[in-house]
């Protein structure tokens, strides 16, 4: 049996008091479907976010999700009922998330994957004026310390700790270039040098040995003999958001 207190006068008699039913308490008779439909998005307000959905099984209490950037996938979260999922991960790493739902009774088998890469994003609002990405020919350097510049390039492996720098460079009305900013030849921090003329003719120069390379990535001076990873932008009224490369500016956050 259910009690309810009715507040003064709510009970339809004009009297407070205690009224009491009967409920019914019901257990689920098998354990819960396999989680279907599962996608990842990036959030369209902010692509440093991954947005996990599925569709809802059958008699379920709610849903585990696990990620996993390897073979092995750990549990990161578990949600009630609704078949939803957020979380800002490591920018442009691939993590590879399933979904298992449960009940009283035990667990469903684990949902298909979907591997999926969170954005880099930066806001206009937040660079200095010579910076500002608004404005054609001018750029900006990004430092994604929690990646290491051998995740894009071989030719980087002998990196190490250093983090991965990107150059972003405004070139037109509708493109920002994004390219990697650690030279392929020693790992030394390149510099963006702007054209006067044509500003989107601009060049990398490499501090330490002399290399050049243009905003697509290609050499045009070693000793570097491997071009530089370029990653696609998309661009938004208030902020550019990077991805990683190989990654399509119109697939969202999936790769």
């Known amino acids: 049996w259910a009690s309810v207190q009715y507040p003064s006068g709510s009970s339809g008699s004009g009297v407070t008091g205690i009224a009491t039913a009967p409920l019914t308490l019901t257990s689920p008779t098998t354990v819960p ?32 999700v696990e990620r996993s950037t390897g073979t092995a996938f750990t549990r990161i979260a578990t949600v009630a009922a609704n078949p939803a999922y957020a979380e800002a991960p490591t920018p442009l790493l691939p993590f590879t998330y399933r979904i298992r739902a449960f009940n009283l009774l035990g667990y469903s088998a684990h949902s298909e994957t979907v591997t999926a890469r969170a954005r880099v994003v930066v806001r206009f609002d937040t660079l200095p004026a010579q910076s500002d990405l608004r404005v054609i020919g001018r750029g900006t350097r990004l430092t994604v310390a929690a990646v290491p510049p051998r995740t894009f390039s071989p030719a980087l492996a002998g990196c190490g700790s250093v983090p991965t720098f990107i150059h972003l460079v405004r070139i037109s009305e509708s ?64 902020r550019v958001e990077v991805l990683a490369p190989g990654t399509s500016a119109g697939d969202l956050a999936r790769s």
């Open 175 to 238: 493109e920002i270039a994004g390219v990697q900013a650690n030279c392929t030849h020693q790992c030394c921090t390149t510099n963006y040098r702007a054209n006067s003329a044509s500003p989107p003719d601009g060049t990398l120069s490499c501090p330490c040995h002399g290399s050049q390379f243009r905003l697509d990535g290609s050499i045009i001076n070693g000793p570097a003999a491997e071009p530089e990873p370029t990653f696609p932008t998309v661009i938004f009224p208030d």
């Open 33 to 64: 479907g396999m989680p279907l439909g599962i996608d990842a998005a990036a959030d369209p307000e902010d692509g440093s976010r991954i947005l996990l959905s599925w569709a809802p099984s059958g008699d379920n209490s709610g849903f585990e």
